[in-house]
């Protein structure tokens, strides 16, 4: 019984971890003066892997590309566009969606960025990201 309920706990938890980081991510976007459309367009925007997101990512977040190139002036266009969606919170089955890469091959780039930035494994990567 024991075990069930600690498991329950935990899960319970990270749920919660997980809403209020969603919220810190969109009061952060909200104090860069984002109205509530502007959210949405970026998500259709990457939801539709289209062109454009990027560019308006960086309109929306112009210290983002900036702070992650200081940490690592290596990084290529398609980790900083890697980069862009976790910071918008996507997880892995909604990047490899938008991006048209299996789950393995995002959870790969993943791996590499986290290395390339230092971001420790016990860390979120996304958390880290939003923050920046």
Known sequence: ???????????STIKELEKTNSEL???QMLINHLSEENIQ???????????????KFQVFFPHFVSGILKINP???HSELYFCALMKLDFDTKKIAQCT????RAVESKKYRIRKKLNIPSEININSFLIKI
């Open 100 to 103: 048209n890469n299996s789950i």
């Open 41 to 55: 367009e970026i998500f259709k925007l990457a939801k539709k892997n289209s062109p454009l997101f990027f560019e």
């Open 74 to 76: 290596d990084l290529i």
């Open 25 to 27: 991510m969109k009061q």
């Open 1 to 11: 019984m024991g075990l069930i309920s600690d498991r329950n706990v935990k899960e």
